[in-house]
Structures are given as structure tokens and as C-alpha cells.
């Protein structure tokens, strides 16, 4: 096994052993349940377990299954695609929530993946229609709005 070869994967999947085990470690000091309901430190205490489990998977996986790094994704990819959040969730306070979601993914379909545009209009189109329903009339949390009111 390479063990050079997934140093990056193995420190990225411990970061976030660690973490889960702050969010567990965290929620002892909150009420975890309160009646007949969950309390608040519930979902810390599932979000860290969930998040040691996976990474826990992930370490496993390293060493059992190593991968193949022949075949690994550019650098440029993965810049683009943080360059696309940094980009949208700085413009959410200027132009709401819609407009700068719908075109993070519109470019991460159709630029940075290079699907064909009309499938990536429909997605992108179609996901922030989903989200905007959710959020905004189903559980009636209002989302940052644009200055034309959507």
C-alpha cells in the first residue's frame, strides 16, 4: 500500500474524526432531551457520532481498499469549485439567495463538469426551486431577498 499516496485523504479524514468527537464531547454540557421532544443537544451529539462513524469508514476504507490515485481529479477542479462558493455565498448578501445559488450550480454543471447546458439550466433551475420552496414557504424561514423582491 502507498501510504504516501493517501496522507491527504487520511489527515482529512482524521480532521474530521476530530471534529465529530468536539460535537459529541460538546453536547454533554447541553440538555439532551426536554419532555417529549429533543433538547439541544441532541443534534450535536447525532451530528458528531454520524461524523466520527463516517470518518471512522473512511480511515478503514484507506486501509483496506486503498484508492487509485493514477486518475485523480486536477487541482483546477477543485479551485474552481471553491472559488464558485466563495463567489456565490459572498454575493448572497447583495443579490439574495436565488440568483447567486442558481448560478453557483449553473456553473459548476456546465463549466467545471461540463454537462450539456439545457441539462444544467433544468438542474440548476429545478434545485433552487426545490430549495427555495422548502425553506421559504414550507418551513417559513425567509432567505436573504434580492433588491428586485425575489
Not at 447541553?30 to 454520524?50: Q, T
Not at 462513524?53 to 476504507?61: C, K
Not at 474552481?80 to 443579490?95: F, K, P
Amino acid at each position: 500500500m502507498k501510504l504516501t499516496a493517501i496522507k491527504g485523504e487520511l489527515a482529512f479524514a482524521a480532521l474530521f474524526a476530530v471534529a465529530g468527537l468536539v460535537w459529541i464531547v460538546g453536547s454533554f454540557e447541553l440538555p439532551f432531551w426536554a419532555g417529549f421532544a429533543p433538547d439541544s443537544g441532541f443534534l450535536p451529539m447525532v451530528y458528531g457520532v454520524l461524523l466520527l462513524a463516517f470518518s471512522a469508514a473512511v480511515i478503514v476504507s484507506l486501509f483496506t481498499n486503498p484508492p487509485d490515485t493514477t486518475g485523480r481529479e486536477p487541482l483546477k477542479k477543485s479551485l474552481q469549485l471553491l472559488g464558485t462558493l466563495v463567489v456565490g455565498v459572498g454575493a448572497i448578501s447583495w443579490l439574495g439567495f436565488a440568483i447567486p445559488l442558481f448560478g453557483m450550480m449553473l456553473f459548476m454543471y456546465a463549466y467545471v463538469e461540463r454537462l450539456p447546458i439545457v441539462r444544467s439550466v433544468i438542474a440548476s433551475l429545478a434545485t433552487t426551486g426545490v430549495l427555495v420552496l422548502i425553506f421559504e414557504h414550507w418551513l417559513a424561514i425567509p432567505l436573504p431577498l434580492s433588491p428586485w423582491g425575489f
